[in-house]
Nanobody, 119 residues
Framework: QVQLVESGGGLVQAGGSLRLSCAAS????????MGWYRQAPGKQRELVAS???????NYADSVKGRLTISRDNAKNTIYLQMNSLKPEDTAVYYC?????????????WGQGTQVTVSS
């Protein structure tokens, strides 16, 4: 089994910054595409940003220029640097990854970390 462990969430004022981390551990030979999703109360889960093993990134329009995704392949870890945060960024942020296991490539989710931005 593969575990995705997130950290770095919290409460911040509008305009502030946070940095989320997500580390993949367990029985994996490595993770390919990894990304961050978020889900606000009463809304559907949405993609925030994703990154491939080669560093190619993809962002939701609402976060371009403010949030930056990066990764450390050696550590199977991704990061989300969140700057100029807005109240509408408030949500539970989930890590997602496609990781190689002994049997096949599988998709995994983290447990989520709360980000709250006060106005």
């Amino acid at each position: 089994q593969v575990q995705l462990v997130e950290s770095g969430g919290g409460l911040v004022q509008a305009g502030g910054s946070l940095r989320l981390s997500c580390a993949a551990s367990g029985n994996t030979f490595g993770c390919h595409n990894m990304g961050w999703y978020r889900q606000a109360p009463g809304k559907q889960r949405e993609l925030v940003a994703s990154i491939s093993t080669t560093g190619r990134t993809n962002y939701a329009d609402s976060v371009k220029g403010r949030l930056t995704i990066s990764r450390d392949n050696a550590k199977n870890t991704i990061y989300l640097q969140m700057n100029s945060l807005k109240p509408e960024d408030t949500a539970v942020y989930y890590c997602n990854a496609d990781c190689e296991t002994a049997s096949r490539l599988r998709n995994f989710w983290g447990q989520g970390t709360q980000v709250t931005v006060s106005s």
